[in-house]
């Protein structure tokens, strides 16, 4: 019988067994009876802190204070390829597969921060507030996200189990278990990370400096406070002491957060030379590559990730995106539906693999994953199955199918720039030059990182006679795509032209 168990037993029991809301619930009605009991009071800590714990070992979501504030670039003007904010980008492949604001080729998998918009020269507040989707509040900077998530987990309870501003901390500092249940707590409960900092300091002392777990969590607490280079400091000396994977991620984040990826790629790739076997280095290597624009090297990483882990998502998803745009639509349906039959279904998933059906000249099953992504779809990416349709009606030579995809992809998302492009081109085939400007207008206004709306409205406004107008727009887009070869012969004739009139 229930009534016969050992309550602190049973409370430890259902931890393990990751069922943290009756491990709290048992927890309480003891510590009522009997509120100094220390192995309780460590155990509904732990699952407190196990109840709220988010995975800190990827990039998070940056805010939009970040993005304007961030002054820890080490380089204003930095070289292709040595800064995220200046990727390794391969112009020949710019005009098949689509770029982020950011100049980087868009990946298969969505991973948190790779839908910020990363500070790029020129960058205005407005570009920097569009680098979400409309209608999204997004918190200013990080640490205000985690404060609005620690406060929503504390408002579900009755009331706050520890009165953090009373606490001894030299008291718990001095008990080792206590502290360490104490510690996560305050990162990831209270998200009080100056408190945490201060029990981290007293542990470590306590410790004589020899402690890799506190080193690291005052790593953490510095990183959470913005203060990069001391994060640095102590996360190298808990490597030192004892190389653990999840102390060389957290050195990874402040590295990337002080826009040095190649120094975060030099740690990742030692880190696998001491632990050969664990997939989430392989995964790290390659999402830097990605950042980075080396499609070629992350394809190798995700490869090597899944020799040992097949079941990977990620890996798989991002090397059907791979194959995708390297005209390799075959191997890229081999990957969607190995994904298929790992249980996944989604709108996104049913839309790529409609994509690579239809370029894989399987007419008829491309219509099938069409419909049945617009089944799955929500308001957040109905848009997007509906470009891909109008993109599906362009290639098959049904234009009236096209535009009428097309337009209802702008209904639905008021922000999609591809779609108003597309628009305009159709527009133009009707010889409607005045609504084809204003689309190619609106999609330049959209994303000023597509370089498609600016050479085809300066080739409009050439047709016009507005040859200045022309000539600087096809200049716009010689600069987000040098080796565009349309854009070179415009800029060729408009320049002769231009030289005529003088």
């Not at 504030?69 to 689509?98: E, F, H, K, W, Y």
Request: with cysteine.
């Amino acid at each position: 019988m229930p009534s016969q168990i050992d309550p602190t037993w049973l409370a430890l029991s259902r931890l393990r067994r990751r069922r943290f809301t009756e491990c709290i619930d048992g927890c309480t009605s003891i510590l009522q009876t009997s509120p100094y009991d220390k192995a309780v009071w460590s155990l509904k800590t732990l699952a407190l802190s196990a109840e709220a714990y988010t995975d800190e070992t990827e990039m998070e979501e940056e805010g939009v204070g970040e993005l304007l504030l961030d002054d820890n670039a080490v380089a204003s003007m930095p070289r292709p390829g040595t800064s995220l904010s200046a990727p390794r980008i391969n112009t020949s492949d710019q005009g098949i597969r689509p770029m982020s604001s950011s100049g980087r080729p868009n990946t298969g998998f969505s991973r948190p921060g790779s839908s910020s918009t990363r500070p790029i020269s020129g960058m205005t507040v407005d570009a920097a507030f569009r680098g979400s989707k409309p209608g999204t509040s997004r918190p200013m900077t990080t640490l205000g996200r985690e404060v609005r998530l620690g406060t929503a987990s504390m408002n579900s309870g009755s009331g706050k189990f520890i009165e953090i501003d009373k606490l001894n901390l030299r008291k718990y500092a001095s008990r080792p278990a206590l502290a360490i249940a104490l510690i996560d707590y305050l990162l990831f409960v209270e998200v009080n990370p100056r408190k945490g900092l201060e029990l981290c300091s007293e542990a470590t002392q306590r410790a004589n400096y020899k402690s890799w777990f506190w080193k690291r969590k005052l790593g953490q607490c510095y990183y959470k406070l913005g203060l990069y280079r001391d994060a640095e400091k102590q996360l190298r000396s808990s490597l030192k002491e004892t190389p653990m994977i999840m102390t060389y991620f957290d050195l990874v984040k402040v590295y990337l957060k002080l826009d040095i990826p190649n120094t975060a790629l030099s740690l990742l790739l030692s880190a696998g030379e001491q632990f050969p076997m664990e997939p989430r280095i392989l995964l790290g290597i390659a999402r830097i590559y990605d950042m980075l624009g080396d499609v070629e090297n992350s394809s190798a990483a995700y490869k090597k990730v899944l020799q040992i882990d097949a079941s990977s998502i990620e890996a798989i998803s991002c090397l059907a995106s791979n194959s995708f745009y390297t005209d390799n639509p075959e191997i890229s349906l081999r990957y969607y539906r190995r994904l298929l039959q790992m249980g996944l279904s989604s709108t996104e998933l049913w839309s790529n693999l409609g994509l690579s059906c239809f370029h894989s000249s399987q007419f008829d099953m491309a219509l099938s994953c069409f419909s049945r992504a617009l089944q799955l779809s929500n308001e957040t990416n109905e848009g997007d199955v509906w470009y891909n349709i109008g993109l599906t009606g362009v290639s098959i030579g049904d234009l009236a199918l096209a535009y009428q995809a097309f337009k209802v992809a702008v209904s639905i998302d008021k922000n999609c720039a591809e779609a108003y492009a597309n628009l305009g081109v159709l527009d133009l085939r009707k010889n409607d030059w005045e609504s084809a400007q204003a689309m190619f207008e609106q999609a330049k206004s959209l994303a000023p990182f597509l370089f498609e709306p600016l050479y085809n409205l300066a080739l409009l406004q050439w047709k016009r006679g507005n040859l200045e107008g022309a000539y600087e727009n096809v200049k716009q887009s010689l600069i987000i795509y040098p080796d565009h070869e349309e854009s070179l012969a415009l800029e060729k004739e408009l320049m002769g032209s231009l030289m005529g009139l003088r």
